[in-house]
């Protein structure tokens, strides 16, 4: 099989290793791939007596008696873990008494 045969089968033009990644779709799970080792990192990060509430907690604010709610923990509990979560920089705090995930 020579090139001009190669060319009229659709042959991909190759320059890059990144080019053989895209052209098997691998791009989207190495991106993924390291999206959820991210994630473990800032967990390992994370004392495990706080996870339970860092856990509830995501980008969109919620409520500290929400969280209470979802943690089935008292709220003077589910305060001083907030309260070590937001001084590590791990969430923060927003109007309403709410909490979002810090940005590290």
């Known amino acids: 099989m020579g090139t001009n045969n190669l060319i009229k089968e659709f042959a991909q033009i190759v320059t890059t290793p990144e080019d053989i990644l895209l052209h ?9 791939n390291i999206d959820d080792m991210n994630y473990i990192n800032k967990i390992d990060n994370i004392p495990k007596e706080y996870l339970d ?6 980008k969109k604010p919620i409520d500290i008696n929400e969280i209470a709610i979802k943690s089935k923990l008292d709220l003077k509990t589910v305060m001083s873990k907030l309260i070590m979560l937001e001084l590590e920089g791990k969430i923060k705090k927003v109007a309403g ?5 810090g940005d590290e």
């Not at 098997?24 to 993924?32: F, P, Q, R, S, V």
């Not at 509430?53 to 995501?58: A, G, P």
């Not at 008494?97 to 995930?101: G, S, T």
């Open 24 to 32: 098997y779709g691998l791009i989207e799970k190495i991106n993924e």
């Open 97 to 101: 008494n709410r909490y979002i995930k």
């Open 53 to 58: 509430i860092y856990n509830l907690i995501t």
